[in-house]
Every structure is written in structure tokens, then in C-alpha cells.
């Protein structure tokens, strides 16, 4: 037999002791004064242990006791009265505030006068003008290096002439012209073939931009009027600008992102 | 008759006129008129040729354009033939005239919060406005200070509404309840009528020749029901459910149809007995704000008109109601005009079919307002692109725009005899236009913030307004 087993032994032979369950009683009783004597006395590791131990359990308690007190038939969420009272034809719109409105329109009429676009290519690698146009070499001995073909795609209109052959500088070559570009529009994200109406800027210098040149970064203006749009005076849109993403002249199209 | 054959000896030329009334119909055979014939004397071939005992003033109207000089200067100027019959449409106007307001008369603070709507009671005695620190204040008219203040709701006030009999006044909040007021005392009537599970957007009373006293109102609200309660109940006795989105306003039409606008595009017609749908009127591109009926003057001031008499016992109020609804009528049915966020508006005749008449365009940003006149010949539009339209009631062609107004329109109101109109809007001044003549009257600066609500009196005297800047103004003449 083990050496303590002898309380056991005890209770199995003569049973429990016949104050055995008030005993039991009442050292449950003192268990909470030994705890909390404990919990307040207990020093370094032991006492941290004990007291994050204790706090683990009153956090579980509390949730319990707030769970139980969530009434079962539910209640409006938003009980509290709000500053800023409106009118019941006001509520479901959205209050722009005066100062805003005001500091917008003198932003905008700002930029405007300055010129500068909020656009989504700031910045472009500058092309150069050895990359843009080839040297042609004409004459009898093709001695002469005055013409000049553009390398890159252009836009001409759909008036366009050419200037008499003898005495055009600029070749634009019709296999690199295009007349439509696939402008996609930012917040919808979806991507329509627009005619363009014209290069509006060439980043690269404002030779480029009176040649029609579309390189990356170009602004060009896109007929949109198949979207829609309305003007907030009830005019019809038919023109908006886009700026062109790719290098038109390796993919042979003209990818756009619309300037909203 | 004797007028035309004793004019028509001294002056030379003649011109074939027919008079016809404004639904159309000819009143009587076409008549030769001499051209020194004006306003005043047309008159009286009216009052004559429909046996009027007393003299009723008309306004008579030439394609839409008002006929204010004799026949001969109007000749003159259009450069029209006088072989081809002249068509005048005659229309009656009120007997009684409202002058214009133009001065402020009395300040009045007392709201802590923005007032959100003010209303006159029907006969015009009484003064209510809800505002955003949940009170319902009444004020007395003769001393032109607060009356009673009555609390109770538990979040903004959004809406306040009279009976027509004027005996209840019901205010509807953000938390989607209801209350009813006894205005005499100031006291609530029973507890808060709950339901509702948002916030309430409009509320209107059951016409009170239909029923007298008045029990019944319908409110609608942003979860997108619309109930009917009764007073003496006091619980909701039918639930019209069946809109997707907010119902953002509701109207009890004379004939005993509900029409709600909602933010689904649709208005729906339903019928009062049972709940249930009759008609369902699509159209809209976008969110309906506002209905207009063209009864709807006469069925808010139900028995009570310009000859402020009062009435003893409810059978006698609902039989001046009924009479009075009738003569409003006509023959022609209920019109009921819609104003959407689609910068358009609908006229339809509901009870004849689920087509829309006629389609007013013009506005360039979101109608919020629209209000027939109290004669149900004009009708008036609100909108945030700050003008305010002037439309044919009957047909819905566009007549005049009143451009004035540097702020978005926020609501309108019409004197009691059709001439004057008045408008609040968000740059916080309030205008009266005159409608004769497609103009401003006057221009009524004053308050320091956007105007929320206003409100003419029925009896024309007193206009109330109220807005952002807490105060309640009352304009006199």
C-alpha cells in the first residue's frame, strides 16, 4: 500500500468523519479569504502569475454577465440625438460644406489659369529627337538631310493634306497613323474605342504637339460623347481629354486613360 | 348683349372671339368683339353667360400669355389675324387678395436646435414647428411669442402635421416615432405611436370630408413602409408595404387613394380600406422627392376658407368640406405631380391610368419641391439649381421661371388666392413672386442661415419660416 493512502484507507473502512461536509463547508468559505490573502501577498513571479491568471478570469466573467443582460427583442442601433439637424429631404444627401464648394471652385480656376492637369503619368522618359525622327536623305546624289520621317505613331485628322510632296519637311508615314485609341475610364474600369479628336499636348516639346506626335504621356482630346455625360448644366459632353499609357509605336495601338 | 351691341357701334373693327374655360370647353357660340374691348368688360360677358349672381373676378389668357389691355393693343403687338377665331381661355380667380408680406414682424428664439418645419393650422389660428432639439413648440399669433413647448420625442422632430379639422397636430422623429399633440393645451394624447423602424419623412391626415372628426393619417418613412394609424386607437391599423427603398413622401388624395414617392423610383397608389396596391406609376429615372395633388390646398384646410367661419359640430365640417372639395374638382379627375432627382417631373392622372400626361423638363439639378396652387390652375417647382418654375396645373406646359435665388430652393408656398408665391431656399432669404406678372415682389432677407421650411397662413395674413439659425420669423404686411 502506498504510504498516504491511509486517509483513504481510513474513510473506505470506518467512512467519512461525521462533521466531514461542514467541515468541507466551511474551509470553501475561508478558500476566498485565502485566495484574495494570497493574490495580495504573493511576491515577484508568483504574484504576476496569480494576479494575470485573476484578471484572465474577471474579463471571462464580465462577458458572461454581459451576454446574459442582452435583452432578447433588439433595439434601435443609434439612440443618441446628433448635432446638425436637417430637414427629412436632406437627410439621405450629402452635406457639402460652403467653405468647400467655394475653396474647390478657386482651386480649379487656379489651375486653369496656371495650365497644369492632375495627370496620371506627372512624369514621362523624354524622348529624343534622334529617336523620333529618321534623317531621309534625298537629291539626285542624296546629298540632302532636310526631310525627316516620325518613328513614332501620329494622329492627322480626318481633314488632312499633305503639304506637296517637294516641299514637305515632316513625313508621317499612314501606317503609323492612327484615328481611334482605347480610352479606359478610371473609376468605372472599363475601356471603349474613342475616335480622337486631337493632340491637345506632347510633353516632349511643343513641335510634337503641332506635328500630332502621340508618344507615352501624351494628352490627346477622345470624343465621348457614346458615354453620355451631362454637364451639371444640362449640356451634352462630347469631348474629354485622356492621356495615352503605352508606347503606341510597339504595341500599334493607343491605350488611354481617361482624365476625370 | 347689351354691352356688345352698344360698343360695337363706335368703334369699326371687330374680331371673332371664343371664351372657354381652362379644361377647354367653349362657353357658349363665338362672338364678335369690338377691339376696343379689355379685361374689365370680358368680365362681365362671363359673369353674364354663366348666370353668376355676384361678380367673380376672371383672368382671361391668350395661348398662356395674360391679357392685361384691350383686345386692340394685343392685336397690335402679337400681329394675329382677325380672320381666324380668338381663342380666350378665362379662369377664375379668388375673390378675396393677399397682400404681400414684406416686413419681418417678430424674431422668435425659443429652439435650441434648427427648426425643421413649421406649419399654420387650417384655420389659421395656430402655429406649430418641429425642430432638431426634439421639442414641438406652438405659438401664439396675437402676442407673437411661444405658447407651449412640448416634449417628448427623442431625437429630431422631422415633421409636423394639422388635421384638417384642426383639433390634433401629429410630429413625426428621426427614431421613427409618432405623437400626437392636443394644441389647446400643449399636452401629448396618449403614448408614442411605434412602428416605424427609421425615420419618419412625411405625414398626411385623411381628408376631412371623407371622414369627421379626423381619425386616420398615413406617415411614411426610410424603411420604406407606410402606415395608417388612428388616433382614437391609437396603434397602426394597416401597414403598405412594398417599396424597395425609402418612401420619402406621402399624400391622402380626396378621392380616398394614397399616393407614396419613394427613393425606388416608383409612386404607388394604394387604397385606404384594405392596404392594398392599385396602381403602381414607373417613370422616374431616379429617387422621387416630392408629390403634389391638385385638391391638396383644400383637402390641409378642409372646411375652413377665407371667410374664417367656424363650425359647431363635425357633420357640419365635413359637408362645407365635401362642398367645397367638390368645387375645387370639377369634373376633371385627381392630378398628381411628381419631382425627382432626375431633374424632371411627371404629371399623371392616377385614377384614369398608370401613364404619366405630360413630362416638365427644364430644371438642371434635382426638383425638391412641388406644390399646386390653391386653385389647382399653377403649379410650382422647387430646385436646388436655385430657380423656382411656374407650370400650366392643367397641361403641364412650362409658363415662367423665377430666377432670383442664389442658393439651392427649399420649399415653396402659395398664397391662399393663387396670386403670390413664396420661397425659401439655402442662402437664407425667402422671396414672394408675383405671379401675374412672372416676377419678384419681394425679396425678404433676414434670417442667418439656410431656410428650412415655410409656410403661408390660410388666411393670408402671416407667413412663418424657419431654418438653421434656430429662430422662427414671423412676415407680415
Known sequence: ?260 | MAVEEGASTSSGNTVMCLLTNPEGEPLGAPLYLPQNVGPPQLQEIVNKLLNNDEKLPYAFYISDQELVVQLESYLAQKKVSVEKVLRIVYQPQAVFRIRPVNRCSATIAGHTEAVLSVSFSPDGKHLASGSGDTTVRLWDLNTQTPLFTCTGHKNWVLFIAWSPDGKHLVSGSKSGELLLWDPQTGKQLGGPLTGHKKWITAISWEPVHLQAPSRRFVSASKDGDARIWDTSLKKCVISLTGHTLAVTCVKWGGDGHIYTGSQDCTIKVWETTQGKLIRELKGHGHWVNSLALSTEYVLRTGAYDHTGKTFSSPEEMKEAALARYKKMRGNAPERLVSGSDDFTMFLWEPALSKHHKARLTGHQQLVNHVYFSPDGQWLASASFDKSVKLWNGITGTFIATFRGHVGPVYQISWSADSRLLLSGSKDSTLKVWDIRTHKLKEDLPGHADEVFSVDWSPDGEKVASGGKDRVLKLWMN
Open chain 1, 1 to 260: 500500500m502506498a504510504q498516504g493512502d491511509y486517509i483513504q484507507l481510513h474513510e473506505k473502512r470506518y467512512g467519512k468523519r461525521l462533521d466531514h461536509d461542514e467541515r468541507q463547508r466551511k474551509r470553501k468559505a475561508r478558500e476566498v479569504k485565502k485566495r484574495s490573502r494570497v493574490a495580495q501577498q504573493a511576491l515577484g513571479l508568483k504574484g504576476k502569475r496569480i494576479a494575470k491568471q485573476n484578471y484572465r478570469e474577471k474579463v471571462q466573467m464580465k462577458k458572461t454577465i454581459a451576454m446574459h443582460e442582452e435583452s432578447s427583442t433588439r433595439r434601435k442601433i443609434d439612440d443618441n440625438v446628433h448635432d446638425g439637424a436637417m430637414p427629412a429631404y436632406l437627410l439621405d444627401r450629402d452635406p457639402t460644406t460652403r467653405a468647400k464648394v467655394l475653396s474647390n471652385t478657386i482651386k480649379q480656376k487656379r489651375k486653369e489659369k496656371a495650365g497644369k492637369w492632375d495627370v496620371p503619368l506627372p512624369k514621362v522618359r523624354p524622348v529624343a529627337e534622334e529617336e523620333m525622327f529618321k534623317v531621309i536623305r534625298t537629291g539626285k546624289r542624296k546629298t540632302k538631310q532636310w526631310k525627316r520621317m516620325v518613328t513614332k505613331v501620329s494622329f492627322v485628322g480626318p481633314s488632312f493634306t499633305r503639304k506637296p510632296p517637294k516641299y514637305e519637311r515632316f513625313i508621317r508615314p499612314t501606317g503609323l497613323r492612327f484615328s481611334k485609341a482605347h480610352v479606359t475610364h478610371p473609376e468605372l474600369k472599363c475601356t471603349f474605342n474613342l475616335d480622337i479628336i486631337g493632340v491637345k499636348k506632347n510633353p516632349n516639346g511643343q513641335m510634337y504637339t503641332s506635328l500630332g506626335v502621340v508618344t507615352k504621356g501624351t494628352v490627346i482630346e477622345v470624343n465621348v460623347s457614346e458615354l453620355g455625360l451631362v454637364t451639371p448644366a444640362g449640356k451634352v459632353v462630347w469631348g474629354k481629354y485622356a492621356q495615352v499609357t503605352n508606347n503606341p509605336e510597339n504595341d500599334g495601338c493607343i491605350n488611354a486613360v481617361l482624365l476625370v
